[in-house]
């Protein structure tokens, strides 16, 4: 971590500042230390340049255990943009212009979308529950506007009203609670700041009830084995070609089989049936969401359950 987080971090057990004690350095990053709370002395450990604080990935060890195989599959690249076109269907806000701005990745993950952001010239504090954290910040550590902090977004160390935008790609859904996750983030917007979150719909009945069946047997399997099976997308993709069959195929045995990249497959399908939660809601439901904290300015982005929108100048009424 680097000296200049420190000013947007509160202690998440009673909101007081943090003092921050460095006992390794690499030039400006802090690789070893602890943040100590100036109320009650609680410590959170500085570990590999990522401040931790939560103790373990709890009940996120399947992402823990993908994002170590999957570094960098879904980021971008010369040839491909999948990042940056996914981001602009789920998410409400410029990716360029950003100078002055403070952004919060909540669920960064490897940080693929952040990294579409790393030189837009906002400073980005991207959050992860699991130890995805650390592949993030391998990948983005070089990048001085962008930060990264292991934590609970139901137990942020975030101070309130500080962030101009708000984004939560395909995370919120993971929690216990998808409402209460995003009751927890709205305090953090800054007045007239913009929130964007993308959950899983739940318009498909069919679909859902047989993965969920399915859930019940593949979410207690080892991630290892899990991931083996999952490989099952990768010569799928041709069978859901044949006329009907592939139909057929593709209903009873769900899988992320359309993608052209087979890794993608993998990825996709093992992050449908191995979350130990994954709940799925519709628009209306979300949209009242954002009327219930009082947010503004509500839009129903292009991408399913997508939607975005703003605190008030003066806060919530």
């Avoid at 602009?88 to 360029?96: A, E, L, N, S, Y």
Wanted: proline share 6%; with cysteine.
């Amino acid at each position: 971590m680097r000296s200049t987080l420190l000013r947007h971090l509160q202690s998440p057990c009673c909101g007081a500042g943090l003092r921050l004690k460095a006992e390794q350095a690499d030039g400006e990053e802090i690789l070893e230390g602890s943040l100590a709370c100036e109320r009650c002395d609680q410590a959170y450990p500085v570990l590999r340049g990522v401040p931790r604080f939560v103790e373990a990935d709890a009940y996120v060890d399947a992402f823990s255990y993908e994002w170590q195989i999957h570094r960098r599959t879904q980021f971008d690249s010369e040839t491909r943009r999948a990042s940056l076109e996914d981001f602009g269907k789920k998410v409400d806000m410029p990716t360029t212009g950003l100078a002055g701005k403070l952004v919060l990745d909540a669920g960064c993950g490897t940080g693929r979308y952040a990294d579409v952001l790393k030189e837009s010239g906002a400073e980005i504090v991207c959050v992860d529950y699991s130890q995805a954290i650390d592949v993030a910040h391998e990948n983005l550590s070089a990048f001085p506007n962008i930060h990264m902090i292991q934590a609970d977004l139901f137990k942020l160390p975030l101070k309130d009203g500080v962030f101009d935008y708000i984004y939560s790609v395909g995370v919120l859904h993971h929690t216990p609670d998808t409402r209460k996750a995003f009751r927890r983030l709205v305090p953090k917007l800054a007045p007239e700041g913009r929130i964007s979150i993308y959950v899983y719909p739940s318009y498909d009945r069919l679909y859902r009830f047989l993965t969920n069946l399915y859930r019940n047997v593949t979410t207690r399997l080892p991630a290892r084995l899990l991931y083996q099976l999952c490989k099952i997308a990768i010569p799928l993709h041709y069978v859901e070609k044949i006329p009907v069959i592939g139909r057929v195929v593709g209903i009873l045995l769900p899988t992320a089989a359309v993608y052209e990249d087979p890794r993608w497959r993998v990825l996709n399908t093992f992050d449908w049936y191995a979350p130990k939660f994954q709940w799925a809601h519709t628009v209306e439901e979300v949209f009242a969401w954002y009327e219930e904290e009082g947010l503004e300015k509500i839009r129903v982005l292009p991408y399913r359950v997508s939607l975005a929108g703003s605190k008030p100048p003066d806060g919530p009424q």
